[in-house]
């Protein structure tokens, strides 16, 4: 009885894991990322190798009804005590509750979103330093030359440009991301430079 346990679970988690391993690789080729992500390649490999070798139990427990490969077969499920069947039973209910979690988290979950686009990333990085640190630049040199209408202008822009970014960066999930209490809690307090 372990064995069909084991052959039911392990079906169960091979097409759980390769439909994981598509999932993930898809939107990765079809933004042409699936070199450039070698994270979300690795991840969309180890998934496929896994569904393989769960498969491959199951294949082999299930040959011997159809009188191929018996003897390695009859062994295999002979092997196959309660343990091994316990373990195939929580890790296809965890690669089942996975697909169940991938409607909660929207956006995270399409494309290659799941794996942080570092094009993406980059970008923003520039955004940043183009609006608000240049910007900062400018109200400092201002305010150091004793200029202090232009300083105020461009503090007041800075901020605009910064405020604009952050609700650009928190805007896009906001809707699609559930936040609980304590999820926008910053590691450490602002250093203001003032002690």
Known sequence: MDWKIGAISNGIVAIAYVLIAWAIAAPLVRTQQLRSNKLGAATAAIFFTCAVHHG??????????????EEHGL?????????????DVITACVGVYYWTLRR????????AALFADLKERE????????????GLVVAKMALDLDQQEQSREALTATLASASQIINELIGRSHDEIRMGAGDLVRERPADLGTT
């Open 123 to 134: 970008r923003q990085a520039l955004q940043l330093h183009d609006e608000v640190v240049q």
């Open 56 to 69: 491959s139990h199951s294949v082999h427990m299930l040959l011997p009804a159809f009188g191929i490969e």
């Open 104 to 111: 909660h988290y929207g956006s995270l979950m399409r494309g």
């Open 75 to 87: 062994v295999m499920r002979e092997a196959w005590d309660w343990h091994n069947a316990m373990w």
